[in-house]
């Protein structure tokens, strides 16, 4: 079958409206609040990193004076966003109308797998990584120092298209985790491949849309609210707070939308998957 797009928007924002009660307090919880606490316990380091920025010294002592709390926040936030999303879409993509707290429960069940596959993708990335730097210093060796720059910006679009590549035929694993029940992550990062195979140039027109559509949007509100914001309080806690506070809230509803938009895409290449929920959460 051909993949639909404007389809698969619509089902997706249509499903967000029918749901937004609950969706709203799962957002809430798993999206704006990682984002308010990383804008209010962060604000000072985020500060201190940008006018260091062309202090490659003071730079570096200073992450490694804070890499404790950097780290903290970065995977911490990292792990409750996941259980955000597959929470999501335990609403979203299976049957019935679960509560927010049986989607919890699911989503927890599932966080092992979705990490798995996490890290899995990284040693992925990692390894191709290592094999095309491997290939640019061999070249090197032999077209000498004009080769070896040629070679290093050919690594670096050849890595960023291989990523791009690669998580665009990954994109489904958080529906095909709750909606298929796959808790194996390697049996799932190969349904997400198989599901997206001869899609993958329509898929990603698809979200590099929605993707521009976050940024416009993005700069928009930031130009309308936040900057004025500033104006008025001038920098400090409280502009710091009320920008955490927009882009939290921008984040929230992007991540929602996102998830959505995913289980969309899923039940429409996925014709055999049931939308009744998976043995695996039963």
Do not use: K
């Amino acid at each position: 079958m051909q993949f639909d797009s404007n389809l698969a928007w619509n089902e997706a924002v249509a499903r967000v409206r029918a749901n937004r009660d609950v969706l709203m307090a799962l957002a809430g919880v798993f999206f704006l609040l990682p984002a308010l606490l990383s804008s209010v316990f962060l604000a000072d380091i985020q500060q201190q990193m940008m006018a260091l920025a062309q202090d490659s010294e003071g730079l570096e002592a200073l992450i490694s004076a804070n890499l404790g709390t950097i780290l903290a926040f970065g995977i911490g936030g990292m792990l409750v966003q996941f259980v955000g999303y597959l929470a999501v879409a335990v609403i979203l993509g299976v049957g019935g109308r679960p509560s927010v707290g049986e989607a919890i429960s699911v989503a927890l069940r599932a966080l092992p797998t979705l990490i798995g596959t996490s890290l899995l993708y990284i040693v992925g990335i990692t390894l191709v990584s290592f094999v095309l730097g491997l290939l640019v210093a061999l070249g090197s060796l032999v077209a000498g120092t004009a080769g070896a720059s040629l070679g290093g910006v050919v690594m670096l679009m050849g890595l960023f298209g291989v990523s791009i590549w690669s998580a665009v035929r990954l994109s489904l694993l958080v529906p095909v985790i709750v909606r298929e029940g796959l808790s194996n992550p390697v049996a799932a990062m190969r349904r997400s491949w198989e599901l997206t195979g001869g899609h993958t140039p329509r898929l990603l027109g698809f979200y590099a849309l929605l993707m521009l559509g976050y940024l416009a949007i993005s700069f928009m509100v930031s130009l309308l609210l936040v900057t004025p914001l500033s104006l008025v309080f001038g920098a400090g806690a409280v502009t710091n707070f009320l920008a955490g506070v927009v882009a939290g809230l921008i984040g929230a509803v992007s991540n929602v939308l996102l998830v959505a938009v995913l289980v969309r895409v899923h039940a429409q290449l996925s014709r055999a998957t049931p939308d009744g929920q998976a043995s695996l959460f039963d």
